[in-house]
């Protein structure tokens, strides 16, 4: 994504009701942002019972005219549509090669798929386009039953204090460039277990209450300084810190903010992709009522910083450019991650997170690929 204009954005379909509830959202935003929309049916992979080729034949010669007819629908719409069959075994696989292939700034598709069951959640498709995604990923999920409003659409924010989980703020700012949006920053600080005021020894280390307290008034100034940096690019129009179990916490704000879309990196604080791959992301695609912006840790998003940005300098004729892999880029932003955890002031973690938002503004890899 550049300025105002969005290039692609791809829309998975595999021929059901369910899966085309993703095309109101992809058109709405290729309207606005002056994207093409990729229509893809990854044909062969939905033959899941029969392995006999005349099957196989009839679904491949089916899927281009359904989606040439899909197509015509939108093309009336005035938006501007291609159309793909992606051939293979593995529909995410297809999904997301052909997302690296066309190099799409944007994958819109439901969460649930054929037969009505929730496949692409529960039989691992768009868990598996989610982990290897080169591009974020707009879920449209079971219990969104409303279109977005006219207007000015409202987002929901949840962040840890990350630069990885930051990376959605980058996301939604793009997207402002070129639609109308305001955002609520959120916060969730997760209370001691039980056992913490049980008298059990726990097994890790956890917060206690007053370092709870603690944990809020910090995440309260961070959020505020973070509302202050964005406020520009993205205007935000509430900043709220609660204590709570994440997904619960983040569907209620939702709820009570009325919001009309939750944005959120699939890697948080801690590197093991929390948010998404963890029981909250679970949690979260079955209490979710709106859609789901999600920002995979596969993809590299360059930081925006602005003018005024102690961060941002000229970078000297006498740098020396070194090419580095998508695994060495990773290699580096995670041991950033892991200094910026073990910082022991405010102070020293703004530097670190400095330092990586730095490296991320001038990283360039040399290849996007999908991680396995």
Known sequence: MEGCHMGTILVPLDGSDMSERALPFAVRLARETGGTLLLVRAALAYVYESERISDVVRLDH????????????V??????????????VSA?????????????????????GRGGLGRFIYGSVAD??????????????????????????RALMPLDGSALSGRSLLTLGTLARAMSIEA??????EPPPPD???GFPPTYAVPMPMEVDGQVLHARG???????????????????????????????????????????????????????????????????????????????TRAVLAPTDPRRRPRPKSD??????????GYVEYGLEMVLHSADDRASAEEVQGLLATFEAFAEPSEMVPHT
């Open 184 to 189: 609520v920053l959120l916060r969730v600080i």
């Open 222 to 300: 961070a959020l505020d300084d973070e509302a202050q940096r964005v406020r520009g690019t993205v205007p935000i129009v509430g900043v709220r810190v609660e204590v709570g179990q994440v997904a619960p916490t983040i569907a209620t704000v939702a709820a009570e903010e009325k919001v009309d879309l939750i944005v959120m990196s699939t890697h948080g604080r801690g590197g093991i992709s929390r948010m998404v791959m963890g029981s909250a992301a679970t949690a979260m695609m079955q209490r979710a009522t709106v859609p789901l912006l999600l920002v995979p840790h596969t993809v590299r």
């Open 75 to 88: 093309r009336a719409m005035n938006v501007t549509v291609e159309t793909s069959v992606a051939h293979g």
């Open 62 to 73: 089916g899927a281009q005219p359904e989606l040439d007819e899909v197509a015509q629908k």
């Open 196 to 198: 913490a005021t049980l």
């Open 92 to 112: 995410a696989d297809s999904i997301v090669g052909l997302a690296c292939e066309r190099a799409v700034d944007l994958i819109v598709m439901s969460s649930h």
């Open 320 to 329: 020396v450019t070194v090419t580095l892999t998508p695994l060495q880029v």
């Open 128 to 153: 598996r386009v989610l982990r290897n995604a080169p591009a974020p990923v707009l879920m449209i999920t079971g219990g969104t039953h409303h279109l977005w409003r006219e207007g000015t659409i």
